[in-house]
Structures are given as structure tokens and as C-alpha cells.
């Protein structure tokens, strides 16, 4: 096995040209595989982030008349006891009112949280503009978009009609933005306590909220199977994100298997293209390999020396396509950005997947050698000879 590697190495060096052609083609298939692959995985991951990334991934609600649900923190108990991927656990009431300000007015949904508990999954306070959260009663924070609309400032007072005829004056303590229009426009966020007593809900809510952490963001259904089994409760509903995001969920199963299909496609390339210069290989070496083997080496160590061609190529054209790969994913998080100056795609390097990028370029270099390695070890060193 060592003297194939030898004779390996001083093929590859008698034709320095050929060799780096070899390795600069296995280097862009692989840098292909990680440009493409990394480009796919940070847009699906930017896509969740900003989908689902700040709200619930599973959401248990009411199929009461009143829709309100009681003992909940017995609830809350069992739920963190399911699966230790649940990472966070709000409780939220919600109820649909009037607001006024002034000559203006609008519909508006009212969401309760314990804030502390709420903030871990939406991240309010960072998402704040102006402000501060609510922490009294009576306290609430609205959207930029209604501010800019209304021409609302900090401690301005508003009125909010419930469907009972209930009107209750609340302080605008604070300005949030969590980056969706519609939200921004109609969200009113406040304690527990002050939607339960504005509403006169007593100590009940509308929906138990829970986020996974992000390596079980995709399995989220399935834990969601499990809170429902938990829970055992038929006046219930367990509901995921991959339920509610149906579109969203297509789109990035057709993003994944494109991916695929382009890396599928790119390594048959690289697997032809290797196996098909090794062949030239054998029978320009024919001469060389019929003399060795007239000198008593055998079969198996021809093989080798095709095999061993075969995993240095693929070792350093990995290596190299690695480097050219990350060098391009960087330079496209530099050159494709947006109005802000961010980049359009952020820059995701999933180590796992850039070292099974090269090692498959190396099995697959292996793979293509096996061809031009039997057929080596087939010549008739007599016939090749005399033909020579």
C-alpha cells in the first residue's frame, strides 16, 4: 500500500498541470456545494427568524363558548414537564375593543401578559422605540405605526370601550415596533391584571404561549402532540406553527430539495470529470505500469496507486473548494446588502454541514477512482509491452 501511494504521488507530480486542473475543478464543485448550501440555510433561517422567530411556535387556546381557560398554571405545570425543549411559557389574555384619541378611533385587540414571562418569547422591551413597558394598571404600550398615524406622545391618555360599554382611560406608557404594520396598528399591550379587570374575565386567559428552543423548531408539532396527550383536556386546542404557516412551510421544502437537486448535480460533475481524466491517466501510465508489474508488483498495489490518486485529489480540492466557499458566502453578505446596510442574506456557517461538503467530495473522488483502478489492475503487462 505504501509503494502505491509513493508511485501515486510521483504520477500526480510528473503532470503538475493536469493535477491542478483536477483539484481546482473538485475545489469549485465543493466551494458550489457550500455557497449554495449556506445561502439556502441562512435564508430559510432569516425567513424563521423573522417569522416565527419573536412569537409562539406552539399556542393552546379555548374551545369553550366564552373561550377562556381556567386553571391554567396547573396547565403551565404539566406543559414544562412534557419535553425539555420547551424553552419559554407565556400566558396571554386577549379581548377585541374600541380605542379613542381625540377625534380618532379604531378597533383594537388588548393583550394582557405577565410581562417578564411575554418579553422571552415577543422581546418587547428591546423592540420599545419609546418608553418604557407597562407595570401599573391602567398602563399600555401601542405601536409606532398608530403613533404616527394618531400624533400620539409618551403619557398621553386614550379610551378604550369594551364590547360590555366598559370605558376605562389608559396612560400610553411606551412605543413598540415589532416590524409588521398590522401589529403595530393594532396591538394594545398591558399587565394581566388590567385586561382581566377591564374586561372582567377574572382569573382566566385566552391562550397559553410556548416557544421551543431553535434545534427543535421544526419538530414543534410533534411536541405539540405530546402537550395535547399531557393535557388530555377535549375543551382545549393545541396548535403549531408549522399548522399556521402551511406556505411557508412549502416554500422552504421547495428551497431544500432545489438545493439539493443543484449539489446533486454538481457532484455528478465532479465525479465524471474525475473519473474520466484518471482513465486518460491509465493509459498514458499503461508503459509505466506494464514495466512495474513485469518487475513483480501486483495487481492490488496498481490499484492502489489509482485509489490513493484518487483520495489526494479529493483531499486537497475539498480543502481549497472549502476556502473558496467561505470566501464567497462572505463576500456576498458584503456585496448584496439592503437599504440599511444589512446584509440581504445574513452570513450562516453550519460547521456540520461544510466538513460533510468535503467529505463527500473525497468519497466521491474515491468513488470515481475505482473505475480507472480496476481496469489498472487488469493490463496485461506482456501485452503492453509489445504494443509498445
Known amino acids: 500500500m505504501r509503494l502505491g501511494y509513493k508511485i501515486a504521488k510521483r504520477f500526480l507530480k510528473s503532470n503538475l498541470g493536469q493535477t491542478f486542473f483536477i483539484i481546482l475543478g473538485i475545489a469549485i464543485g465543493v466551494s458550489v456545494q457550500?455557497?449554495?448550501?449556506?445561502?439556502?440555510?441562512?435564508?430559510?433561517?432569516?425567513?424563521?427568524?423573522?417569522?416565527?422567530?419573536?412569537?409562539?411556535?406552539?399556542t393552546i387556546t379555548s374551545l369553550t363558548d366564552d373561550k377562556r381557560i381556567l386553571d391554567y398554571d396547573k396547565m403551565i405545570a404539566d406543559i414544562k414537564t412534557v419535553d425539555s425543549s420547551i424553552d419559554k411559557v407565556s400566558i396571554a389574555s386577549d379581548n377585541a375593543a374600541f380605542l379613542e384619541y381625540g377625534s380618532?378611533?379604531?378597533s383594537l385587540l388588548v393583550r394582557g401578559f405577565n410581562i417578564e414571562d411575554a418579553n422571552k418569547i415577543y422581546n418587547f422591551i428591546?423592540?420599545?422605540?419609546?418608553?418604557?413597558?407597562?407595570?401599573?394598571?391602567?398602563?399600555?404600550?401601542?405601536?409606532?405605526?398608530?403613533?404616527?398615524?394618531?400624533?400620539?406622545?409618551l403619557?398621553?391618555?386614550?379610551?378604550?370601550?369594551?364590547p360590555n360599554q366598559k370605558i376605562m382611560n389608559c396612560k400610553v406608557v411606551g412605543f413598540y415596533d415589532l416590524n409588521v404594520a398590522s401589529v403595530n396598528k393594532s396591538w394594545a399591550i398591558t399587565t394581566l391584571e388590567t385586561s382581566q379587570n377591564m374586561f372582567d374575565t377574572n382569573n382566566s386567559v385566552t391562550s397559553i404561549e410556548i416557544q421551543v428552543n431553535s434545534n427543535s423548531t421544526f419538530i414543534a408539532d410533534q411536541i405539540g402532540v405530546k402537550i395535547s396527550d399531557k393535557l388530555n383536556n377535549s375543551s382545549i386546542k393545541v396548535d403549531n406553527w408549522k399548522a399556521q404557516n402551511a406556505q411557508l412551510l412549502s416554500?422552504?421544502?421547495?428551497?431544500?430539495?432545489?438545493?439539493i437537486m443543484i449539489?446533486?448535480?454538481?457532484?455528478?460533475?465532479?465525479?465524471?470529470?474525475?473519473?474520466?481524466v484518471l482513465a486518460i491517466t491509465v493509459m498514458q501510465k499503461s508503459r509505466q505500469i506494464g514495466i512495474l508489474?513485469?518487475?513483480?508488483?501486483?495487481?492490488?498495489?496498481?490499484?492502489?496507486?489509482f485509489l490513493f490518486e484518487g483520495l489526494i485529489l479529493g483531499f486537497f480540492g475539498a480543502v481549497l473548494g472549502i476556502a473558496f466557499g467561505l470566501g464567497l458566502s462572505f463576500a456576498f453578505t458584503k456585496f448584496a446588502i439592503g437599504p440599511d446596510g444589512a446584509p440581504v442574506v445574513a452570513l450562516y456557517i453550519s460547521y456540520p454541514f461544510i466538513a460533510g461538503s468535503g467529505l463527500i467530495a473525497i468519497a466521491s473522488s474515491l468513488l470515481a477512482a475505482f473505475i480507472p483502478a480496476i481496469r489498472s489492475s487488469k493490463l496485461n503487462p506482456i501485452d503492453i509491452i509489445r504494443n509498445n
Open 155 to 162: 403619557n398621553d391618555t386614550v379610551k378604550i370601550t369594551t
Open 263 to 276: 449539489q446533486v448535480f454538481v457532484l455528478i460533475s465532479v465525479v465524471l470529470g474525475i473519473a474520466s
Open 104 to 106: 380618532n378611533s379604531q
Open 293 to 305: 508489474k513485469a518487475m513483480g508488483i501486483r495487481n492490488s498495489t496498481t490499484s492502489y496507486i
Open 251 to 259: 416554500g422552504l421544502q421547495g428551497q431544500s430539495i432545489s438545493s
Open 126 to 153: 428591546d423592540r420599545l422605540k419609546e418608553g418604557t413597558y407597562p407595570q401599573k394598571e391602567n398602563e399600555i404600550i401601542l405601536g409606532i405605526d398608530l403613533k404616527d398615524e394618531y400624533g400620539m406622545k
Open 34 to 58: 457550500i455557497f449554495i448550501g449556506s445561502l439556502i440555510q441562512g435564508l430559510q433561517k432569516s425567513l424563521i427568524d423573522k417569522t416565527i422567530g419573536n412569537s409562539p411556535q406552539i
